[in-house]
């Protein structure tokens, strides 16, 4: 299938030096608020690129759940595929793809998992079937059928028909700690605007780069 001719002019006003913060998680803030006024669905999912020991790229959509200037947190299981990477090679790469807005946010850093009483916090505020959820998974490993999957769903009910559902040993977050971060937006005939904010030691280096 040729879908080379499948294309659109990127019209906006464009991205300034001037109007950007000079903290890039200020400017973030400023663009996710802004992406949840256009009512874009779930802004918070972002692109989670991991690479393990074999040198193989993966990736994934998960939800961003908080972030603030120590970094951007995401929660998983520890035994699923991407927490095997991260354990082999503790980097990520994010990607926020609001393309109604012509706008993307890339983010490249350093992962470190949460305290577990961040991580008890959150799974606490979690809905009583995703915690559910979050016991029955052996997440990324192979199984037989669904219906497996409903009967351990099942007995979990059973055994916390009672009471707060307590937080797993194999579930938590981790935190990417933002090195890297460029904020793209498009204009027309491809010429878009791009900020990169580099992590210095004395705060953040900002260079416009070419489309």
Do not use: C
């Not at 669905?41 to 040198?55: C, H, I, K, Q, V």
């Not at 007995?155 to 793209?184: A, H, Q, T």
């Amino acid at each position: 299938m040729d879908i080379s001719d499948m294309r659109r002019d990127f019209e906006s006003e464009g991205l300034d030096r001037d109007a950007l913060d000079n903290n890039p998680v200020m400017q973030f803030q400023t663009w996710f608020g802004d992406a949840r006024e256009a009512g874009i669905l779930e802004p918070n999912a972002m692109s989670l690129a991991t690479t393990g020991g074999d040198g193989m790229p993966d990736i994934r959509t998960v939800l961003l759940k908080y972030f603030d200037e120590s970094g951007f947190v995401f929660y998983t299981n520890y035994g699923s595929r991407k927490a095997r990477e991260l354990a082999e090679n503790p980097q990520a790469a994010l990607l926020f793809p609001w393309l109604t807005l012509n706008r993307q946010v890339r983010i490249q850093g350093r992962v470190e998992k949460v305290s577990k009483s961040e991580s008890l916090r959150y799974f606490a505020s979690r809905p009583r079937g995703s915690q559910i959820g979050a016991w029955v998974s052996e997440q990324s490993r192979a199984i037989t059928s669904r219906g497996l999957l409903e009967q351990k769903v099942a007995e979990m009910k059973r055994r916390f028909s009672e009471g707060e559902i307590p937080l797993p040993d194999f579930w938590g977050g981790y935190r990417v700690v933002p090195e890297r971060i460029e904020f793209w937006q498009g204009r027309p005939s491809r010429l878009h605007d791009r900020f990169e904010y580099v992590k210095q030691d004395n705060g953040w280096a900002i260079d416009r780069l070419q489309p």
